[in-house]
């Protein structure tokens, strides 16, 4: 059973996003579907601080032992910091794609394109 917090967004990319109303500033993930549908991640590849984003086009690489996925950024914005624990570490993504396997930081430029991502119940139909 693929695990869905109630308090997150998501995107139809089957990214997570958490945001921090009072900073500006969403922090993003893979969800647990993500994960269990790429298997063994072996390697992340992120944009760096500083670096521009645009809701809903590739940001990332998520290589796993079957397959290469691209992060899809949810929001627009710019990256504010990514996770430096998955440099070494990419199979957070597997053992904790919510806590420790966030993977970046983005202070949004837009906070109105929060509307166009799912809460939970539409994203756990989304998968099936």
């Keep these: 059973m693929t695990h869905v917090p109630d308090e997150l967004r998501y995107s139809k990319d089957h990214e997570w996003v958490s945001f921090d109303e009072e900073s500006g500033v969403a922090t993003v993930g893979i969800t647990d579907y993500a994960q269990g549908e790429l298997g063994d991640v072996v390697f992340v590849e992120l944009p760096g601080e500083g670096a521009p984003v645009t809701a809903h086009s590739p940001c990332g690489t ?15 914005g710019e990256v504010v910091e990514a996770n430096p624990l998955l440099e070494d570490h990419p199979e957070l993504l597997n053992s904790d794609p919510y806590g420790e396997g966030w993977m970046i ?18 994203y756990s139909e989304h998968i099936g």
């Design 62 to 76: 998520i290589e796993a032992v079957k397959a290469v996925a691209e992060l899809f950024a949810p929001l627009s």
């Design 105 to 122: 930081k983005i202070r949004t430029s837009d906070p109105a394109e929060l509307e166009d991502l799912m809460d939970s119940a539409a």
